[in-house]
């Protein structure tokens, strides 16, 4: 996996259908001299609309796509369910795995994360990991043991461990803290970057200077087309993970022009 810095990508939630999606990229500004690498994580039901509509504004290549989460099982019977092969044949390439709302609304653990992170991977997409601390955990001091813990959870997998030896970065790290997510309320760049040095050096001692540095690491949580410029300017902020604000294309593309 080669992500050239910075990152930009949205995640929709449950907002935005088919027809919605498809109409998406015609509102996008994302000129030739736009670096950032721009992911974008709609509605598994929507993926195909979004993809239509990038392909009928030229910008197929400017934007790839994601799912938001997927069973750690290829196949089966789990009523409900999409796995990693069905949304690499849709089109994916990347997978959102242990985004806090998965976390704290529909109750997964460290050892699903673990087992999603392997079933991504085996389908050959990236991985897109989420951690990030509550409020009292906050206020408690434990970020640190939180976050590490939730990036420990997923490490020791065999998969990450022979991608690993094959010198590719197996994943991309999104720190978002759980209390500034949806709240309106944005982690300072200072407390961004102090996290995610903690993140970066423990990659580094876990995978290997070279492998270690070459994992981005997002800020997620109340990133707004007014606020991402700065975060991404801090020390080791390597992009953003919008919600809200990737809603509207005219606020995600003024996002990305800010990386
Ligand atoms: P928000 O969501 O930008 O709406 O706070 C971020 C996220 O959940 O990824």
Not at 210 to 232: Q, T, W
Request: charged share 20%; glycine share 12%; proline share 5%.
């Amino acid at each position: 996996m080669t992500v050239p810095r910075k990152v930009v990508a949205g995640n929709w939630k449950m907002n935005h259908g088919p027809e919605e999606a498809r109409e998406f990229p015609l509102g996008l500004n994302i000129g030739d001299n736009v670096t950032a690498h721009v992911l974008l994580f709609p509605p598994a039901l929507a993926l195909a609309g979004l993809r239509a509509g990038l392909e009928s504004a030229g910008l197929a290549q400017r934007v790839h796509l994601g799912v938001q989460n997927v069973h750690a099982e290829d196949s089966g019977a789990f009523t409900g369910e999409i796995s990693a092969p069905m949304a690499a044949a849709a089109g994916a390439r990347y997978v959102l795995v242990g985004h806090s709302e998965r976390r704290h609304v529909f109750g997964e653990t460290d050892g699903d994360t673990l087992q999603k992170v392997a079933a991504v991977l085996r389908s050959g997409l990236t991985p897109v990991l989420c951690v990030g601390e509550k409020l009292g955990e906050r206020e408690a001091d434990r970020v640190e043991e939180v976050i590490l813990r939730q990036l420990d959870a997923v490490l020791g997998s065999d998969t990450i461990r022979s991608k690993v030896a094959s010198g590719d970065a197996p994943f991309l790290l999104a720190y978002e803290p759980v209390w500034a997510i949806g709240t309106g309320r944005t982690a300072t760049p200072d407390d961004a970057s102090a996290a995610h040095q903690a993140l970066r050096n423990h990659l580094v001692e876990r995978l290997g200077s070279s492998v270690g540095r070459a994992v981005p690491i997002l800020y997620g949580g109340s990133v707004k087309p007014d606020n991402a410029g700065e975060l991404m300017e801090a020390p080791e902020v390597d992009g953003v993970l919008v919600g809200g604000a990737s809603l509207d294309p005219d606020g995600f593309s003024r996002i990305i022009q800010a990386a």
